[in-house]
């Protein structure tokens, strides 16, 4: 699976626009990109999904070049609740299943 | 809540003793999965089922781990003569056809060893 490399930690304050950017250069043809969110002792979240160009939800929007070699998370308008760990994975379904191989993540702390 | 639960929450035990954990997935999920968190570290994997086959296991998972999902639904996590690098957070995860690169992350359970 690939290695992913991500900064380990990001200062913001409410309102403002938060990019996170993931490396990953080794990224094989069939792999996606995921983001996960994580709370202080609750379990990670799914955040979002792509695999090229550009993915939106209500949540986030996630940001893919056509070399595929990195990634960004894009959370518009941060409040002190995105305050969390941020994950970015990247892998295949391999034989029907789904084995997460997370990094260290991004530790997002956002002020008043 | 994303619908999967553990318990306990906390566990509290002395080296030496064994512990068991109980994850019990979303209920239309096949596949469950066990991870290992350590403070300041994202989670690793530990086993994988699919219905009640346990059909891979880290090398993180010792002799000393076990887990089973008898019926396909709910699971277990035993460790048997814990060790104080036991403790850390253990979290389950369960996904199917129906969720597709999504896992849904239980709680966990947060085990210390003394």
């Known amino acids: 699976l690939a290695k992913t490399t991500q900064p380990i930690s990001m200062d913001s304050y409410e309102g403002q626009e938060v990019n996170i950017t993931c490396s990953h250069n080794?990224?094989?043809?069939?792999?996606?990109i995921t983001w996960y969110q994580q709370f202080p002792s609750q379990g990670p979240r799914f955040i979002i999904q792509?695999?090229?160009t550009k993915v939106t939800n209500e949540v986030a929007s996630l940001f893919i070049p056509a070399d595929r070699k990195s990634s960004t998370l894009s959370l518009p308008r941060v409040s002190l609740s995105d305050t969390a760990v941020y994950y970015c994975?990247?892998?295949?379904?391999?034989?029907?299943?789904?084995?997460?191989?997370f990094g260290a993540g991004t530790r997002l702390a956002v002020h008043p | 809540d994303t619908g999967v639960s553990q318990d306990p929450r906390h566990k509290i035990t002395k080296r030496g003793q064994n512990v068991t954990f109980r994850c019990d997935p979303i209920s239309e999920h096949n596949r469950l999965y066990w991870y290992r968190q350590t403070l300041g570290q994202g989670p690793e994997f530990l086993t994988y089922f699919q219905n009640e086959a346990q059909l891979e296991k880290s090398r993180l998972l010792s002799d000393r781990f076990s887990a089973e999902r008898p019926k396909g639904s709910f699971s277990t996590l035993e460790i048997q003569r814990t060790e104080q690098g036991d403790s850390a957070m253990y979290l389950c995860?369960?996904?199917?056809?129906?969720?597709?690169?999504?896992?849904?992350f239980g709680p966990g359970t947060r085990l210390t060893v003394l």
């Open positions: 792509g695999y090229k």
């Open positions: 995860a369960s996904d199917g056809t129906s969720s597709y690169n999504e896992q849904f």
């Open positions: 080794n990224i094989a043809t069939n792999d996606y």
């Open positions: 994975l990247v892998g295949d379904k391999a034989g029907g299943y789904n084995k997460l191989i």
